[in-house]
């Protein structure tokens, strides 16, 4: 079972629709993330939150917004999303401070734009 | 320069056998850590084991050992016994001390098929 969800498995939007993804965890981490995966690539990051706070942008498209509403949970808003932006989406959570705390992630939104 | 290389893009092992799953990387942190995930084709990246740079043994998790050859900045992925379900993309990573806010460096990948 893994330790951070994320809802929801799937997600087929038009690109006029407003959606967003959802990522718990309960493991006390401080730090989560926001990564990008196109098929039989490496995950790429997009964002990083550090104690609620937006620590991190990658010069991602404003049509993707984070939020951060407690420190369990993680949001990313949709909206005017182009078919390239068709990937999969991974959450994850870490401790915040050193280097020996890997990242868990959640199973992931596939997520297409038509 | 990529910080992470894996320079074996696909790999094949008989079921059973043992296999070595190569991984580089650079850095000039004296600090950090080097990690393995295992991503089987449903999506999910599950982490395997983790590797510490001021670490003088070996890692090991069950099945799982990483040969950690400090000068040569190698981190190769063991896998004894392999068994069907050990067939996934394996993704090596890197956390320096100085990174950005405990962010992964992941590698490109090697897809690991196991052959009954």
């Known amino acids: 079972d893994t330790e951070v969800t994320q809802t929801p498995k799937h997600l087929v939007m038009g690109m006029t629709n407003k959606k967003s993804l959802k990522c718990e965890q309960h493991?006390?981490?401080?730090?989560m993330y926001w990564y990008k995966q196109k098929a039989k690539k490496p995950p790429e990051l997009m964002f990083v939150y550090s104690y609620e706070k937006l620590s991190i942008n990658e010069s991602v498209p404003s049509r993707f917004s984070p939020e951060c509403p407690n420190s369990s949970l993680l949001n990313l808003h949709l909206h005017a999303l182009q078919p390239e932006d068709s990937a999969l989406y991974l959450c994850?959570?870490?401790?915040?401070?050193?280097?020996?705390?890997?990242?868990?992630f959640g199973n992931g939104t596939r997520l297409t734009v038509t | 320069a990529q910080k992470i290389t894996q320079t074996q893009p696909g790999m094949f092992v008989q079921e059973k056998e043992a296999v070595t799953l190569d991984c580089t990387y650079d850095t000039s942190d004296q600090s950090y850590g080097l990690f393995w995930y295992k991503q089987p084709s449903s999506g999910e990246m599950i982490f395997l084991i983790y590797?510490?740079?001021?670490?003088?043994q070996n890692a090991t998790e069950g099945r799982y050992s990483l040969n950690f050859q400090k000068a040569r900045k190698s981190a190769n992925l063991v896998i004894s016994a392999s068994q069907l379900g050990d067939s996934a993309m394996y993704f090596c990573?890197?956390?320096?001390?100085?990174?950005?806010?405990?962010?992964?460096?992941f590698g490109k990948g090697t897809k690991l098929s196991v052959k009954p």
């Open positions: 493991m006390g981490h401080r730090a």
């Open positions: 990573a890197m956390r320096e001390y100085g990174g950005s806010q405990g962010n992964l460096i």
């Open positions: 994850a959570s870490s401790q915040l401070g050193t280097v020996n705390s890997p990242l868990h």
């Open positions: 590797q510490g740079s001021y670490d003088e």
